[in-house]
């Protein structure tokens, strides 16, 4: 593909992305200010064939607004998330291109075998079995080209889209919403950024049982060219369909501890619990493990927030309004009244729900769903009523990790006591010793300081 052809790809990539977005801006302008009603379902399906053949960075943000709450319409992002995540895969010519310009002309003579066929296509890159010369198996991940370019430009639509919905319907203030996804996104395409991310949870979760994380070949590696050991593994709803209740709870509990040890000991949580971000080794390995594979969307949060999560937590507990109050503040939420804090409460509440209650029971209760949508529905109405809110950045993706990790918990239908897990996380929390440990895990895996709180 030569740089012209991409450029007019790109050109009109654009194009066709700015016109479907246009449509959407037209449809829900024209449904307020002039009363014209708008068949939801079908516009929203018309927007996905609009864009069902553009990949990359858009399948990334659809991925992230199906989990954060009012960023776009439902109709909307319930049909952007059956867009094809996967991108078709760069053929070989163009991959053994690719790899020269990473690793040199050489290149092929550092690996015992590299495997022409992509092993998994992904948004951003797609993933290549090889063999290192001394015969451990890898995983070759690699970026597509242009892929900063088009994070920006997807961006830039992605911020007309939000601007839109948010003159339709003033509830919600997208502005932290776009900002952290721009963030993480932009984070998402150094892969030694990730690189650093994978070392840190392979010492943090170093002693937990039943977890695997690989570890990055840095020789092997380049800002654009992650290279891992390789985890064998089958996808985690494979389980969900076949395995007893004893072993779903057992993944469950696996990874509770993999997204939340990591966070109320060190700060950091993966937000990212997508459905191909993790496998779970075969029936006849040893232990079951789970497989933690994609480090790409990681989030370091400052003690403090740490600290407001539990501080809800308790304040819903005990009904102590001003220890609610001081956990919003530490979450970065600002001038709330207190009705408003009465409204978050009621989603807090549900939110925290298996946490408060000592028993074993599933993630979620009532109605498959239709209950947590209805007290969204309701908790939207009274937001709107009070004249809206600004998420603050941090909350963005504590809640996005909160609710997909929930979802694959309702995906296993486990039955656990979520509320003792819970606690034997919390119990001893320490906010200098939290401080302590972060600094010293995030030196050690040469990991960068977040810039934000």
């Known amino acids: ?92 010519p163009f991959v053994r291109r690719r790899m020269q310009g990473e690793l040199g002309p050489d290149w092929q003579r550092r690996f015992q075998s590299f495997e022409h066929t992509a092993a998994r296509a992904a948004s951003l890159g797609q993933v290549h079995r090889a063999t290192a010369l001394d015969g451990m198996l890898l995983a070759c991940k690699l970026q597509y080209p242009d892929m900063g370019s088009a994070v920006e430009a997807d961006l830039r639509q992605l911020r007309l889209a ?163 109050v001081d956990a919003y503040r530490r979450w970065g939420f600002r001038d709330l009244s207190r009705d408003m804090i009465a409204v978050l409460n009621r989603w807090a509440a549900y939110v925290y729900g298996p946490l408060l209650d000592d028993r074993a029971r599933m993630i979620q209760e009532k109605g498959s769903g239709v209950y947590g949508r209805d007290l969204a529905d309701s908790v939207h109405r009274d937001i709107r009523g009070l004249g809206g809110i600004a998420p603050p950045r941090a909350f963005v993706f504590m809640d996005r990790a909160a609710i997909g990790l929930g979802s694959v918990f309702l995906h296993l239908k486990a039955r656990v006591n979520w509320h003792r897990l819970f606690h034997e996380l919390i119990d001893d929390f320490d906010e200098q010793i939290l401080a302590r440990r972060q600094k010293a895990a995030l030196e050690q895996a040469g990991v960068p300081l977040p810039e934000e709180g």
């Open 1 to 92: 593909m030569s740089d012209e052809n991409s450029l007019t790809g790109r050109v009109r990539r654009y194009a066709r992305v700015g016109s479907a977005m246009a449509g959407l801006g037209a449809r829900l302008a024209g449904e307020r200010y002039l009363g014209v009603p708008i068949d939801r379902e079908r516009h929203a399906a018309d927007l996905r064939a609009a864009l069902g053949g553009i990949k990359g960075p858009l399948m990334k943000v659809a991925q992230l607004l199906a989990t954060i709450p009012e960023a776009l319409p439902e109709e909307y992002v319930r049909e952007l998330i059956q867009l094809q995540a996967d991108a078709p895969a760069m053929g070989w």
């Open 162 to 324: 939000m601007g839109l919905y948010e003159r339709y319907d003033r509830t919600v203030t997208t502005g932290d919403i776009h900002a952290e996804i721009a963030a993480r996104l932009r984070e998402e395409l150094d892969y030694q950024r990730e690189a650093a991310h994978m070392r840190l949870y392979g010492a943090i979760l170093r002693d937990e049982p039943g977890v695997a994380v690989p570890r990055p070949i840095a020789e092997l590696s380049t800002k654009r060219l992650l290279t891992m050991t390789w985890l064998e593994g089958r996808p985690i709803l494979d389980f969900a369909e076949k395995a007893s209740l004893a072993r779903r709870n057992e993944i469950a509990l696996r990874m509770f501890r993999i997204w939340y040890v990591p966070f109320y000991y060190y700060g950091v949580i993966h937000g990212d619990p997508h459905l191909g971000n993790y496998t779970v080794a075969p029936e006849n390995s040893a232990d079951h493990t789970v497989n933690l594979l994609d480090f790409g969307c990681i989030r370091i949060f400052p003690p403090s927030f740490v600290k407001g999560v539990i501080d809800l937590y308790h304040a819903l507990e005990t009904n102590d309004e001003a220890l609610a």
